[in-house]
């Protein structure tokens, strides 16, 4: 058997992110005649087109989306192979990363994260941007280096995890609500006024879900989008959020906070980042960093 081109790789690659023959050769600096005859070989080699014409673009076929996620781990991996080791001097390293969480994790993991990059590395700068969703394209695309959050249907099939810590839902109410005295049974939880959290709008949930058994239903009577929006409004009525006990910790200050009195499914909180980066060495420092900044939260869950 003849030894295949693996350079052939690299050209595919391009091809598939590109789905253009003049977009690929800009970006391979060939001209478009010798992407085309490339492109003629790799339809030769695969034994499919790969990429065939729609209109005035070309759109890839069932074997090139198989092959696009493959293709591109592969010259991932070739390329971290073959770039020269060297040791990472924090002291000087320079650059920005750009971390895409929720406005609980930074509140609560932080100042801590903050502290810690800026004694190995003061010239790091974190920046830290809104997860609005569970999308994996930002990740794909270099537009953020480090995501936290619940593995969700979205969350793109290359994308690599790693667990930091499990969380859990509690009740929150005004110090001196009726929910702050006495037994909370779930009857009594149910029959309080409450506070709805979704990005979506939707008016049922995980904890629905699992009054729904019981023959109860809560009363939700506003749906916000943000736990900390839903902890300012219970604050300030005598409506009642049930939030992340690890995610919300530094805005329950001076709040009652008490276990939900029934059953609920606990939350995986993960870290999640491109496998692009997955061997940069600043890249893994950092996710060292973000794994200790959570670790004692882990100790204090495995406690309880």
Not at 56 to 68: C, D, S, W, Y
Not at 251 to 275: D, I, K, Y
Request: a positive charge.
């Amino acid at each position: 058997m003849a030894t295949p081109d693996l350079n052939l790789l690299i050209t595919l690659d391009v091809l598939l992110a590109e789905g253009s023959v003049a977009a690929a050769a800009r970006r391979l600096r060939l001209s478009p005649s010798a992407m085309s005859r490339a492109l003629a070989r790799l339809r030769e080699t695969t034994g499919d087109p790969l990429l065939v014409r729609a209109g005035r673009g070309l759109v890839p076929t069932p074997r090139a989306l198989e092959l696009r996620e493959r293709v591109s781990q592969l010259v991932q991996d070739a390329e971290a192979v073959l770039r020269p080791a060297r040791k990472l001097k924090l002291k000087q390293l320079v650059r920005t990363f750009t971390l895409r969480t929720s406005e609980g994790f930074v509140e609560n993991f932080g100042p801590d994260l903050i502290a810690r990059v800026g004694h190995e590395a003061p010239g790091v700068r974190l920046r830290f941007v809104q997860k609005t969703d569970k999308d994996s394209a930002a990740l794909r695309d270099g537009t953020v280096d480090l995501e936290t959050g619940v593995i969700g249907r979205t969350t793109g099939p290359e994308v690599r995890t790693q667990a930091l810590f499990r969380d859990r839902f509690i009740a929150v109410v005004r110090i001196g609500h009726p929910l702050s005295e006495g037994e909370v049974t779930p009857a009594r939880y149910a029959a309080a006024r409450h506070i709805g959290v979704s990005r979506r709008g939707l008016d049922k949930g995980p904890i629905d879900e699992a009054l729904s058994p019981l023959g109860l239903e809560r009363k939700i009577v506003a749906i916000v989008d943000g736990f900390s929006t839903a902890l300012a409004l219970a604050r300030a009525t005598d409506l009642v959020a049930s939030v992340p006990e690890r995610h919300t910790g530094n805005r329950r200050a001076g709040m009652h906070s008490f276990a939900l009195p029934f059953a609920t499914p606990e939350v995986t909180v993960s870290l999640l980042w491109h496998p692009r980066l997955d061997a940069d060495l600043a890249h893994r420092w950092l996710r060292g960093l973000v794994r200790q900044a959570c670790t004692p939260v882990e100790a204090a869950l495995l406690r309880r």
